[in-house]
T-cell receptor, first 117, second 113 residues
Framework: NAGVTQTPKFQVLKTGQSMTLQCAQD?????MSWYRQDPGMGLRLIHY???????DQGEVPNGYNVSRSTTEDFPLRLLSAAPSQTSVYFC????????????????FGEGSWLTVV | LAKTTQPISMDSYEGQEVNITCSHN???????ITWYQQFPSQGPRFIIQ???TKVTNEVASLFIPADRKSSTLSLPRVSLSDTAVYYC??????????????FGQGTELSVKP
């Protein structure tokens, strides 16, 4: 069981470049989210999705785009990278079935370290 | 979602009991209290969740007073491996808030030998 898989793990971008951080989960979870974590800070929610075809903004959505064409995948796109987007990005997924054994657990990926120069 | 306030950092020694208190004065009737743990370079993981009184699992205990305006995460006999950041979250069940969990600053616990 792979859980939540993020790629790439490390990436260096030049200012103005665009890229996509990939996130995939194999647990058939309805909910998926993207967070960023700056050094010494807590996690901040970028975008989230409650199901295929449905996305919404979190706390810090500017400069990022998401889509949810399938249940499994939730890619995060940086439209025009800026140094302020240097951060660690975490993807998370969880089940909508609260009566299941995993109903109260959020699964996080291992993180993607992004540096924008 | 209710705002939470936690200490920024705490120090402890191995073998001690650690209590981390979280304030959530505007908690709503339907809100649950959930604690997560995050090790360096890893995503957070669920520790414990409760609604009122006391909840205990194999990792920790959660104490919630009658007014529910605060909660205390208790870690018994901590070890060096408990060094992590601990987050208190408050929100309506389902527990995962439809994926819209808002994390605060968290409490950085440092356990020393």
């Amino acid at each position: 069981n792979a859980g939540v898989t993020q790629t790439p793990k490390f990436q260096v971008l030049k200012t103005g470049q665009s890229m996509t951080l990939q996130c995939a989960q194999d647990m058939n979870h309805e909910y998926m989210s993207w967070y960023r974590q700056d050094p010494g800070m807590g996690l901040r929610l970028i975008h989230y999705s409650v199901g295929a075809g449905i996305t919404d903004q979190g706390e810090v959505p500017n400069g990022y785009n998401v889509s949810r064409s399938t249940t499994e995948d939730f890619p995060l796109r940086l439209l025009s990278a800026a140094p302020s987007q240097t951060s660690v990005y975490f993807c998370a997924s969880s089940s909508a079935r609260t009566d299941s054994s995993s109903g109260n657990t959020i699964y996080f990926g291992e993180g993607s370290w992004l540096t924008v120069v | 979602l209710a705002k939470t306030t936690q200490p920024i950092s705490m120090d402890s020694y191995e073998g001690q009991e650690v209590n981390i208190t979280c304030s959530h004065n505007n908690i709503a009737t339907n809100d649950y209290i959930t604690w997560y743990q995050q090790f360096p370079s890893q995503g957070p993981r669920f520790i414990i969740q409760g609604y009122k009184t006391k909840v205990t699992n194999e990792v920790a205990s959660l104490f919630i007073p009658a007014d529910r305006k605060s909660s205390t995460l208790s870690l018994p006999r901590v070890s060096l491996s408990d060094t992590a950041v601990y987050y208190c979250l408050v929100g309506v069940a389902p527990y995962n808030q439809g994926g819209k969990l808002i994390f605060g600053q968290g409490t950085e616990l440092s356990v020393k030998p």
